[in-house]
């Protein structure tokens, strides 16, 4: 049986990547995100977005995103974390605006935006962010990236906490654990602690800080930094909708796993020097300082190691 999806509806232009920087993919990941205000499945098929097709096969969910990409590969090396669908269309965005038409399978306006005026002011222009609509006009993304598949983070925010209990590696409570959490390219936070209680909380805005998809790390080491933790995990849109998720954090002994010498190999001319680096590193690919490392030459006929630079550390 072959479901038959309406071919028109409510869908419009709800944000626009006209001109990504390098940071972003650059110039060629140009992508329009639409979305479906009504509360039924739409059939894209032979609609039409910045005057070429959306291919067969095309739907947009009711109240979901869709990411109309001018290269769906670089698109997706990007946005790893993108939680709708993703369509390829050859659109060529100007970076000093144009007037974009969504028209409908039988050749009807669905909507449109002129972004020229946007453009003009370089809003959203080669400098990592978007354009995205609000309730009345289009602004600037607040967040970096923009917010593909996801609510604009222009609209008014929610807050979405992060929570959680630290204990040391012997389970017995960890106070004051200091707590910095990472979302990539967007920012870095310290979360609250207290001297005498191993919570540790931190209320980012959703989406400008965090939305679904996102990757995040936790950094977690005792007051005295001799037991750490990493923890890294994926924001689901159901983290989202409830607001707030519990990650309770059990640290451990920085443990030596591996140690880089630069260069890895070298040709030294008789009678020269060459300067080698190592650096060590934990379990979780963090610089691990207080590490002896010792240099020796299995052949001395041959070089010696100068005791002018034993450690480096
Ligand atoms: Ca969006």
Same mark, same amino acid.
């Given at each position: 049986?072959?479901?038959?999806? !309406?071919?028109?509806?409510?869908?419009?232009?709800?944000?626009?990547?006209?001109?990504?920087?390098?940071?972003?993919?650059?110039?060629?990941?140009?992508?329009?995100?639409?979305?479906?205000?009504?509360?039924?499945?739409?059939?894209?098929?032979?609609?039409?977005?910045?005057?070429?097709?959306?291919?067969?096969?095309?739907?947009?969910?009711?109240?979901?995103?869709?990411?109309?990409?001018?290269?769906?590969?670089?698109?997706?090396?990007?946005?790893?974390?993108?939680?709708?669908?993703?369509?390829? @269309?050859?659109?060529?965005?100007?970076?000093?605006?144009?007037?974009?038409?969504?028209?409908?399978?039988?050749?009807?306006?669905?909507?449109?935006?002129?972004?020229?005026?946007?453009?003009?002011?370089?809003?959203?222009?080669?400098?990592?962010?978007?354009?995205?609509?609000?309730?009345?006009?289009?602004?600037?993304?607040?967040?970096?990236?923009?917010? !593909?598949?996801?609510?604009?983070?222009?609209?008014?925010?929610?807050?979405?906490?992060?929570?959680?209990?630290?204990?040391?590696?012997?389970?017995?409570?960890?106070?004051?654990?200091?707590?910095?959490?990472?979302?990539?390219?967007?920012?870095?936070?310290?979360?609250?602690?207290?001297?005498?209680?191993?919570?540790?909380?931190?209320?980012?805005?959703?989406?400008?800080? @965090?939305?679904?998809?996102?990757?995040?790390?936790?950094?977690?080491?005792?007051?005295?930094? %001799? #037991?750490?933790?990493? %923890?890294?995990?994926?924001?689901?849109?159901?983290?989202?909708?409830?607001?707030?998720? #519990?990650?309770?954090? %059990?640290?451990?002994?920085?443990?030596?796993?591996?140690?880089?010498?630069?260069?890895?190999?070298?040709?030294?001319?008789?009678? %020269?020097?060459?300067?080698?680096?190592?650096?060590?590193?934990? #379990?979780?690919?963090?610089?691990?300082?207080?590490?002896?490392?010792?240099?020796?030459?299995?052949?001395?006929?041959?070089?010696? @190691?100068?005791?002018?630079?034993?450690?480096?550390?």
């Amino acid at each position: 049986m072959r479901i038959k999806y !309406p071919t028109t509806g409510n869908v419009s232009i709800n944000e626009i990547m006209y001109a990504p920087n390098e940071e972003w993919g650059g110039q060629y990941n140009e992508w329009i995100e639409l979305y479906n205000k009504d509360d039924k499945t739409i059939n894209l098929a032979g609609w039409e977005i910045d005057g070429k097709e959306i291919p067969d096969g095309t739907i947009i969910q009711p109240q979901g995103y869709l990411i109309i990409a001018r290269n769906d590969t670089s698109f997706a090396e990007i946005y790893p974390g993108a939680v709708c669908s993703v369509v390829k @269309v050859s659109i060529e965005l100007n970076n000093d605006g144009e007037e974009l038409f969504l028209k409908d399978s039988a050749g009807n306006v669905v909507d449109s935006v002129n972004y020229t005026s946007y453009a003009n002011k370089k809003l959203g222009k080669k400098n990592g962010k978007t354009l995205e609509r609000n309730e009345t006009a289009w602004e600037e993304s607040i967040r970096n990236g923009g917010t !593909p598949c996801q609510r604009n983070s222009v609209l008014p925010p929610t807050s979405f906490v992060i929570n959680g209990y630290v204990f040391y590696e012997d389970n017995t409570a960890c106070n004051n654990p200091a707590v910095k959490i990472t979302n990539d390219k967007i920012g870095e936070w310290f979360a609250e602690n207290s001297t005498d209680s191993n919570y540790y909380m931190l209320t980012l805005k959703s989406t400008a800080e @965090v939305m679904a998809g996102d990757t995040l790390r936790i950094d977690a080491s005792s007051p005295d930094g %001799t #037991q750490i933790n990493v %923890t890294t995990f994926v924001v689901t849109q159901a983290d989202i909708d409830e607001g707030s998720v #519990q990650i309770n954090i %059990t640290l451990e002994q920085p443990k030596l796993n591996e140690i880089k010498v630069t260069p890895q190999s070298a040709v030294v001319t008789v009678n %020269t020097t060459k300067e080698f680096i190592a650096t060590a590193y934990d #379990q979780y690919g963090n610089p691990l300082e207080g590490v002896f490392i010792y240099w020796t030459s299995t052949n001395k006929t041959v070089g010696t @190691v100068s005791p002018a630079l034993p450690n480096m550390l």
